[in-house]
């Protein structure tokens, strides 16, 4: 079956340090792949996607690249603010109209 | 309009009350989808429909009743829930063909009393 893993969280960190939150997945197929965000209190927002291997996602600073050798699909952003605190959560999709499976997600703080 | 709406976003119901949770979209979405989340887990599947017809049961009890009126709206009725029942419950709505994801909703925060 799907299934997405990623890293624990809570994940703290200062504002404008670098972020890499760690996803890797097992899928039959060949999967899309989602990174959602949460922010407290809200639904999911839609951060990025990729359909393909080597393809990369971005989005409000925001990538993460399908690495289909490592069956990977790592966030990273390169200086995060307080704004970006929120659950992030990674997602494949394989088929028609089907299952999104999610991650446990990880939760990201962001101090100043 | 790129919006899926939910409505009511709170809603506190005992555990006799007949009560209905409603979802919009208007963005020529022919999937809908509802789900359930628990606090601090990720979303679970519950039911797809697929051009107005049910196509995936996640094996959800009977108390929860999903009803797709036409290719815009998406309704979940509730009955004689249990306080377990209690969650933020989504719905989402996305082109059939894969890969583009979903477009999810704010959600309603039920509380079952």
């Known amino acids: 079956g799907n299934s997405v893993t990623q890293m624990e969280g809570p994940v703290t960190l200062s504002e404008e340090a670098f972020l890499t939150i760690n996803c890797t997945y097992t899928a039959t197929g060949y999967p899309s792949l989602f990174w959602y965000v949460q922010y407290p209190g809200e639904g999911l927002q839609l951060l990025l996607k990729?359909?393909?291997?080597?393809d990369k996602g971005s989005n409000k600073g925001f990538e993460a690249t399908y690495r289909k050798e490592t069956t990977s699909f790592h966030l990273e952003k390169g200086s995060v603010q307080v704004s970006d605190s929120a659950v992030y959560f990674c997602?494949?999709?394989?088929?028609?109209?089907?299952?999104?499976?999610f991650g446990t997600g990880t939760r990201l703080q962001v101090t100043l | 309009d790129t919006e899926v709406t939910q409505t009511p976003k709170h809603l506190v119901m005992g555990m006799t009350n007949k009560k209905s949770l409603k979802c919009e979209q208007h963005m020529g979405h022919r999937a809908m989808y509802w789900y359930k989340q628990k606090a601090k887990k990720p979303p679970e599947l519950m039911f797809v429909y697929s051009y107005e017809k049910l196509s995936i049961n996640e094996s959800v009890p009977s108390r929860f009743s999903p009803e797709c009126p036409n290719s815009s709206l998406l309704n979940l009725h509730l009955h004689a829930l249990q306080p377990e029942d209690s969650a933020l419950y989504l719905c989402?709505?996305?082109?059939?063909?894969?890969?583009?994801?979903?477009?999810f909703g704010s959600g309603t925060r039920l509380t079952v009393v």
């Open positions: 989402a709505s996305s082109h059939v063909d894969r890969g583009v994801g979903y477009t």
């Open positions: 990729a359909t393909k291997a080597d």
């Open positions: 997602a494949l999709l394989t088929g028609t109209a089907s299952k999104l499976t």
